[in-house]
């Protein structure tokens, strides 16, 4: 059962770059069966999807973010990352990662989610 | 844009259905999928590929889609299906991914 775990910073100063790690276990992050997602929800609100990447680096970053994010993948640690720049306090958030079932589209669907990492954008 | 939009809410009596719609033009090209967020939780896929159900979820929870909408159907709603609940799709050309505004279950 592939198991997923956010870390990263949990307060970034305004302007600074935001950057999470997520730690893939139970799967292979080069498994060409999955693209690998992150979606986050600011506190009391809805899900927003950030973007997806597959294993041979292609990303497929939202429109709204595309300007400020870049995904990568590590597969000798079997990671992948998101770094968010210029951050404001708009982007304080609790972060997920996903797996996500390749099906017509290049995003797949977010059919295994971490727990979840809390970051705040605060001075 | 890419915008799927969900009622804020549904409410319920248990053992009713509880049906939440969700409309978007990319719904009429692509796969919608839906998502439980119980309160503290993260997300819990329940429905992909407009009908299809992971094993672990109730059957009592279905799917379907037609044209632009995706629904989400509970049958015989219970206190424990009470969550806000999400739908998901690729947009139109299957580059970007968008969620529905997300549809609080009440069941009481």
């Known amino acids: 059962q592939v198991q997923l775990q956010e870390s990263g910073p949990g307060r970034v100063k305004p302007s600074e770059t935001l950057s999470l790690t997520c730690t893939v276990s139970g799967d292979s992050i080069t498994n060409n069966r999955y693209y690998w997602g992150w979606i986050r929800q600011p506190p009391g609100k809805g899900l927003e999807w950030i973007g997806t990447l597959y294993y041979t680096g292609s990303s497929y970053p939202s429109p709204s973010l595309s300007s400020r994010v870049s995904m990568s993948i590590d597969p000798s640690k079997n990671q992948f990352s998101l770094q968010l720049t210029s951050v404001s306090a708009a982007d304080t958030a609790l972060y997920y990662c996903a797996r996500c079932p390749r099906d017509d589209s290049w995003t797949g669907y977010p059919a295994s989610w971490g727990q979840g990492t809390l970051v705040t954008v605060s001075s | 844009s890419h915008d799927l939009t969900q009622p804020p809410s549904v409410s319920v009596s248990p053992g009713q259905t509880a049906t939440i719609t969700c409309s978007g033009d990319?719904?009429?090209?692509?796969?919608a999928s839906w998502y439980q967020q119980k309160s503290g939780q993260a997300p819990v896929l329940v429905i992909h590929a407009d009908t299809k159900r992971p094993s672990e979820i109730p059957e009592r929870i279905s799917g379907s889609a037609s044209g632009t909408m995706a629904t989400l159907t509970i049958t015989a709603a219970q206190v424990e299906d009470e969550a806000v609940y999400y739908c998901f799709s690729p947009d139109s050309s299957g580059s970007h991914g968008a969620f529905g505004g997300g549809t609080k279950l009440t069941v009481l």
């Open positions: 990319a719904l009429s090209t692509k796969y």
